[in-house]
């Protein structure tokens, strides 16, 4: 009688199928969401995101969104232009899908400070940046309005000018320091006509940015009767108390092609780590031309640190405008006088 070698003999019997699998091949398609709706984030909180959609009445509530799977940790924010697929209807209860990010065409970024490469992206889309500042109490700062004037610019946002409580300090002198630059300058205060502030944003998306305490949700609550955003006071050191805490867009009075205000929350610090000086002045035609002749490595200071630099060449209005845009790259460049 043969021995038996001790080794088992497999047979197909032996084969094992986990239930549900089968033979079903895996696919990375997918669905292409032709029946999505497209519309615009208007707020932003905690992963859910309000979207408004094109054609919606105007009375019509937004519809709450979360980010679809395949987005990913793509970032959504107020002022996207974004497709949406579900139940759009806004009531309580309900929830639709984020499933497509559209391209931007304009973005206000922001780092935490000079030293961090994180950028922050405020808002999309906007076409102007309404820079709210005070002319006193507390004291306006001109660090900070040349740095929001940078990230307009190289962003692709026309900015304005918009200062308040004229009634307790004279604004030409400070409004005289960005005229080179070619800046809109309108009061918008609250013992100033509001007509200066509605003529600028009435069909525009206007992103509004400013420090505590300078009277910006007051000019919103103003702009859009019943927005219903928080007000504060300014402390005896001169700082505001920081208010808004979340951007949310609101729409203007007067139907659907009124145009909208993106109220962003009060900033003490807003940090540019993403510009270098180039970009700053590329913006200007007449002075980005001029800086090809400039030598290797030019700062575009001027003398002494920039003794070669190509910008001194130029005279009249063009020359005034590099005096204007040297301080906005000393903005750049320091921290001081901008951080509250």
Not at 7 to 35: A, L
Not at 84 to 96: A, E, H, K, N, Q
């Amino acid at each position: 009688m043969a021995r038996s070698s001790g080794r088992r003999q497999y047979d197909e019997s032996d084969i094992r199928v986990r239930p549900g699998k089968g033979t079903r091949p895996r696919t990375k398609d997918r669905p292409d969401h032709k029946e999505a709706l497209t519309g615009m984030v208007v707020t932003k909180d905690r992963g859910r995101w309000g979207v408004v959609i094109d054609g919606a009445p105007p009375e019509a509530p937004p519809a709450i969104c979360m980010r679809a799977r395949e987005m990913g940790r793509t970032p959504v924010v107020v002022g996207d232009r974004v497709a949406v697929v579900g139940d759009v209807s806004g009531r309580d209860g309900t929830l639709s899908r984020i499933v497509r990010l559209e391209e931007r065409s304009t973005v206000l970024r922001r780092t935490a400070d000079d030293t961090d490469s994180y950028e922050r992206i405020v808002v999309a889309n906007a076409d102007q940046l309404l820079i709210v500042t005070a002319v006193a109490d507390p004291p306006p700062r001109s660090g900070f309005v040349e740095r929001a004037l940078i990230a307009a610019f190289v962003g692709g946002l026309r900015p304005i000018l918009c200062l308040t409580k004229s009634d307790l300090a004279d604004p030409a002198a400070f409004a005289a320091e960005f005229e080179a630059l070619d800046v809109e300058v309108i009061l918008g205060g609250v013992d100033d006509v509001l007509d200066p502030v509605t003529d600028v944003v009435t069909g525009h998306l206007t992103a509004l940015i400013g420090h505590s305490g300078v009277g910006k949700s007051t000019l919103v609550n103003r702009l859009v009767p019943g927005a219903g955003r928080e007000t504060g006071v300014v402390s005896g050191v001169g700082k505001g108390r920081h208010t808004s805490t979340q951007s949310v867009a609101l729409r203007l009075p007067g139907g659907a092609d009124a145009g909208w205000i993106v109220d962003t929350p009060g900033i003490r610090s807003f940090g540019l780590a993403h510009v270098d000086p180039d970009t700053v002045i590329g913006v200007f035609e007449d002075l980005g031309t001029v800086i090809e002749d400039c030598p290797r490595g030019c700062t575009h200071a001027g003398p002494p640190a920039d003794p070669e630099c190509a910008l001194d060449t130029l005279t009249g209005a063009s020359a005034r405008r590099v005096t204007a845009v040297r301080s906005l790259l000393t903005a750049l460049r320091s921290n001081n006088d901008w951080e509250m």
